[in-house]
């Protein structure tokens, strides 16, 4: 640490320390030091009051700030890799003057106004092409321009419900453009969690300053959605693509914060004009869909062929006026950048006044007369493609300085340039404002000036436009100010606008941001219920796995354990991890300790526990948003622990060791479902699901354990496996016999572990479930379950055979089925991985 | 001339289909030298729902559900169409072709016919270097434009050989352009992307051409399935014209035509989703007989 911080020198000694090392960068504006070359009054007061901690609070307050966005799994994902990233937080956030942010509240209201009204000229009456004000090429130009879409006219009459502008301080110190989002913007979600954390790892600095709150901005954009809606109390969908986005965690957060449906395309159906939910009731009707899937996928019939994140019929649904999207897909054709050269002249013509926030001043070269302008200054412009992300030509680069090309290069250029100007842009080079940022080199921590750009978030409610007081700011961690593109090393930083005047407490908790507005669960869809279901199936499995594996090495370290080779004990826990694919092949019993390592470890094996826990994991993370980030992180320690290879040394008291582990961790996942879950139909799914796979597990074990051929031993290993040593010796003074045992694993409803009290619990979970049929004849799997429970009520232990336990067991297989059938999606065009797997 | 058109699209699942959505491109578009006398769709198993309309480039779509199980699903469109086409222009007589493209980029207008949409690199149309200088060898400073058309699209037919089955519609078209074969697809999509490439502004064309050739004259290529052609926007004066590269000729009365988009995306025939597990195997069979008077 650096001296003067390490002292315990107060402010404002340490504010001053921190502000006479802190250097901006020539003839770049900053945020902290104002253009007067002093401080601006409240990064002084917030410097002033950051200064009161000392160091070791101070770094402690950012390591938790940290900590707790990771654990709290705000992630993204990168591009090509399957893991999830957290996203680095930075600890220090943005702040904004109240004064300057109603200047570019106004000018983004401004926008978001003129960006709806020239989309709806576009898909409507054309006249701004007509009149001469746009060029039809430039339209045409833009692949997101859906013609499928011409002639659309959204329910409420707005094209842009949600809109996002990202911007930045240019060199004139005035706020700049640099680009629109208007097809459907990330960011707040983002924009929330970093004030959640920010503002708990602060809190009476949050306070003292004043900051705006965020919550009434959600409010406003929900109220917007409702009330864009046919019906009143509309059913509002977020449309995902899928827990392999990269803003995955951020859909799920936002569902979960607005009480909006979670769905997948799979989960929506087009019928009788209207666009419906799949739900364990039935079809329900999709109000709004909020889309966060780009508008060539929603439709693989009408748009992109090769969708199959969308769904067939939701343009017609759209046409038909009975169902809103936020935003209306066609609509992000305005981020096409040759867009931006028009931008001034349309303010111009549509609303009569100039830009109130300048963008970036842009030519487009399908017209010569501009592309005449671009090619006399180059060297001082950046091109880029008119429409596309990249540069048409130049593989991989979005854009270019043109001042940086080699000479090969920039002939190439030009002639490209020359040959389809169209498919061009340039753009004045604008050098970013920067932002303090903390640099830590060896000890010396100390604050840097950094580039910035700062995402501005706008909603469309039923009194006018309203703006989100902060957003989500990407700060980089170089310091050259060119670099618009943000895309790597990049922290971001919440946002804070310091109101004027004492903020209102908006909600009941201190950071004011982490209120659910409203639960609005509704009817669990179809897809989330299979998810749910097959997450406690996998859990039970692995849970089956290390009970095994744990009877497998106990055998093997008892010295007083008989040597009988043939279908001892040790064979029939070999042949259960076999059959189920968490091992090869069985081996001789001195490798026995082998063997459970593989079924323990091994990802080849595909009904290893590791595997069954990477399923659980998956099938979990579709359905984050009903899970508790609890539960959450229970489930990546279950996959760390049986991640951790043992290695050849490893004794039998280790793999022991390990198992007892995992089996503590699924008890406390299960502690967590049952204590903390909402006893809604999700719960129901999850609870049926370990059910099912836990009596069909059992009678596994009383078949291989308990069958016709049984001995003591074999009985003793069965009441080991189904956790009822104990129970037994309290109840019965002989040893293991065969009828006993068999009662206590399948019959006794007193047993959390038999079967019949499985039975009792599933029974009772599908009577709690919505039944379709409207002349109360029961469904086929409660039918089944009944006629299941009664059987094994009345049932007699003495009576029982090896054939009468198989039955039973095929019984319940038929039960899982029935309930696939009747509850979950049958679209197996899109099967969920490892899904078909032999599990029952 | 009058043809009747008979086009069978039969579908054979390995494993039940609960349900089925569909969008077809089979109706053949009233105007530009044709007229449909009849038409009709007939769905087997039944459709649910079918509906007709109009696509933004006002091509006959018509879009179906099919919401019962099923294995196999045929759909057979039977149309007569009157064909009879204007003359083309003299190729020596049209504008310059740089001058045609400065008025395609430059069209006042969003309507479905202008010449602005067909200027842009497309799904399956992209622009490519190999395309692109394949076209300019024909396109000299200058030179009338449907010459210059005309001159590319024979020289697509000498030097590519037409060969069924050695492309798929996700053919890239640098390999087409690599192993120099194809199909009709494929050569209007290399023409387009040519074309494009040097800032013209052409469309790619759905359609037939007639199965039995007149006495005297070789049987086409693609007579026995669809057929895809190029449309070249030749200036205001002249408008669309129909280039054939698979057989070297320009659209006459042997052509009908179905559908007009920026590639064969636009118009694919049968665009399909259906919920089902098994692999599916598609047969296609069409057939266009003159109608003797």
């Known amino acids: ?840 | 001339m009058i043809y009747d058109v008979t086009h069978v699209t039969s579908y054979e699942y390995e494993l039940p289909v609960a349900s089925a959505d569909f969008m077809l491109h089979l109706t053949p578009h009233e105007g530009n030298g044709q007229h449909v006398i009849k038409t009709r769709i007939e769905i087997d198993p039944p459709a649910m729902d079918m509906q007709a309309r109009q696509d933004f480039f006002g091509n006959r779509t018509t879009v179906l559900k099919i919401s019962r199980p099923h294995q196999a699903l045929d759909i057979r469109t039977v149309s007569r169409i009157e064909v009879e086409r204007p003359q083309v222009p003299a190729a020596a007589l049209t504008r310059p072709w740089e001058t045609v493209a400065r008025d395609a980029l430059n069209a006042p207008s969003l309507g479905p016919q202008s010449p602005v949409h067909f200027l842009y690199a497309s799904r399956l149309a992209y622009l490519s270097t190999p395309a692109t200088q394949f076209a300019r060898a024909s396109f000299a400073p200058g030179r009338p434009i449907l010459e210059a058309g005309i001159e590319l699209m024979t020289r697509i037919r000498d030097e590519f050989r037409y060969v069924p089955g050695t492309t798929a519609i996700s053919t890239p078209l640098d390999q087409v352009f690599e192993q120099r074969s194809g199909v009709c697809q494929d050569f209007a999509h290399l023409m387009i992307a040519g074309l494009r490439g040097l800032g013209l502004s052409a469309a790619y064309v759905s359609g037939y051409i007639r199965t039995i050739p007149p006495r005297g004259r070789p049987r086409l290529q693609g007579a026995d399935a669809s057929h895809a052609w190029v449309s070249l926007w030749c200036g205001a004066e002249f408008g669309w014209i129909g280039l054939d590269p698979t057989n070297a000729l320009l659209i006459g009365d042997d052509h009908v035509e179905v559908a007009i988009g920026r590639d064969y995306s636009d118009v694919s025939p049968v665009k399909g989703v259906f919920i089902g597990s098994g692999r599916d195997s598609l047969s296609v069979s069409v057939d266009v007989a003159p109608v003797t008077a």
């Open chain 1, 1 to 840: 640490m650096a001296d003067e911080l390490l002292s315990p020198v107060r402010t404002p000694q340490r504010a001053q320390a921190w502000t006479q090392s802190y250097a901006p960068l020539p003839g770049i504006p900053d945020e902290f030091i104002g253009p007067d070359g002093t401080p601006r009054a409240y990064w002084r007061g917030f410097l002033d009051a950051l200064g009161q901690f000392d160091q070791d609070d101070l770094d402690q307050r950012l390591a938790t700030a940290e900590r707790r966005i990771r654990e709290g799994g705000v992630s993204y994902r990168i591009q090509g890799e399957t893991n999830e990233q957290s996203w680095p937080l930075s600890g220090l956030p943005l702040l904004i003057s109240q004064a300057e942010w109603n200047e570019i509240s106004a000018g983004v209201v401004q926008r978001a106004q003129l960006l709806d009204r020239i989309i709806a000229d576009l898909y409507g009456d054309g006249r701004l092409v007509r009149d001469g004000a746009l060029p039809a090429a430039v339209v045409a130009g833009s692949p997101e321009f859906l013609r499928p879409l011409a002639g659309a006219k959204p329910f409420g009459g707005r094209w842009l419900q949600f809109y996002a502008a990202d911007i930045g301080r240019g060199p004139d110190g005035r706020w700049w453009v640099l680009g629109d989002r208007t097809q459907a913007p990330s960011g707040a979600g983002y924009a929330l969690a970093n004030r959640l954390v920010t503002s708990q790892a602060f809190p009476g600095l949050y306070r003292d300053m004043n900051v705006q709150r965020l919550a009434p901005f959600f409010r406003a954009f929900r109220d917007g959605l409702a009330h864009a809606a046919e019906r009143s109390d509309p059913r509002i969908c977020l449309l995902t693509p899928g827990a392999f986005s990269q803003t995955y965690f951020e859909q799920a957060y936002l569902a979960r914060y607005l009480g909006f449906l979670l769905v997948e395309g799979a989960d929506l159906v087009y019928a009788d004009g209207k666009m419906h939910v799949r739900t364990i009731a039935g079809l329900k009707r999709a109000d709004v869909i909020w889309r966060r899937i780009d508008a060539e996928w929603c439709d693989p019939l009408e748009l992109n062929g090769a969708s199959r994140l969308g769904v067939p019929g939701m343009v017609e649904a759209i046409r038909q006026g009975k169902v809103s999207m936020a935003n209306m897909p066609g609509a992000g054709l305005l981020e096409a950048r040759a867009f931006q050269a028009f931008m001034p002249g349309l303010a111009r013509h549509l609303l009569g006044e100039d830009l109130r926030l300048p963008n970036i001043a842009t030519w487009w070269c399908g017209q010569e007369r501009q592309r005449g302008e671009v090619l006399e200054q180059l060297d001082h412009l950046s091109i880029s493609g008119a429409f596309a992300n990249q540069l048409p030509g130049f593989d991989g680069r979005h854009s270019a300085l043109v001042s940086e090309l080699s000479p090969a290069e920039r002939e190439r250029l030009v002639e490209a340039m020359t040959a389809r100007g169209m498919d061009y842009v340039g753009q004045e080079v604008v050098r970013l404002s920067t932002t303090p940022a903390w640099e830590t080199s060896g000890d010396r921590a100390r604050l840097v000036p950094r580039p910035f750009v700062l995402r501005v978030f706008a909603a469309a409610t039923p009194d006018g436009w309203q703006v989100l007081p902060g957003g989500f700011c990407r700060v980089s961690d170089r310091s050259d100010a060119r670099a618009v593109s943000m895309d790597a090393s990049v922290r971001s930083a919440d946002v804070w606008v310091l109101s004027d005047k004492p903020v209102e407490m908006e909600t009941l908790l201190p950071s004011g941001d982490d209120v659910r507005i409203i639960r609005l669960l509704g009817n669990l869809p179809s897809r989330a219920a299979d998810n749910l279901y097959w997450f406690g199936r996998y859990l039970e499995r692995v849970e089956a796995i290390l009970r095994i594996v744990r009877a497998l090495v106990a055998k093997a370290l008892d010295p007083d354990a008989p040597t009988r080779v043939d279908h001892g004990p040790a064979e029939r826990l070999q042949r259960l991890l076999v059959s189920w694919d968490a091992a090869p092949r069985v081996v001789a019993s001195s490798l026995s300790l082998d063997m459970a390592q593989s079924a323990l470890h091994d990802e080849n094996n595909y009904g290893s526990a590791l595997s069954n826990t990477i399923a659980a994991r998956r099938a979990a993370s579709s359905i984050r948003e009903r899970l508790s980030p609890d539960v959450w992180l229970l489930v990546g320690r279950l996959e760390n622990i049986l991640r951790k290879p043992l290695g050849q040394s490893a004794v039998e008291a280790g793999v022991l060791e390990q198992s007892e582990q995992a089996l503590q961790v699924i008890a406390a996942i299960a502690g967590f479902v049952n204590e903390n879950m909402n006893r809604v139909a999700g719960w129901n799914f999850l609870d049926m699901g370990r059910r099912i796979e836990r009596s069909i597990n059992t009678l596994r074990f009383v078949s291989q354990f308990a069958g016709d051929d049984a001995d003591l031993e074999l009985l003793d290993v069965l009441l080991d496996l189904i956790d009822s040593q104990i129970t037994y010796r309290s109840r019965y003074l002989t040893g293991a016999t065969l009828a006993p045992v068999r009662d206590m694993a399948m019959l006794d409803a007193f047993n959390p572990r038999s079967v019949a009290f499985q039975a009792g619990r599933i029974e009772e979970h599908l009577a709690g479930l919505p039944s379709l049929r409207e002349t109360g004849m029961l469904e086929q799997p409660r039918q089944i379950a009944l006629k299941l429970k009664g059987d094994l009520a009345v049932e007699d232990a003495r009576r029982l055979n090896s054939q009468a336990i198989y039955d039973y067991e095929n019984r319940l297989v038929a039960l899982a089925i029935a309930v696939a059938d009747r509850y979950f999606l049958h679209d197996a065009s899109e099967p969920s991985p490892g899904k078909v797997r032999g599990l029952a």
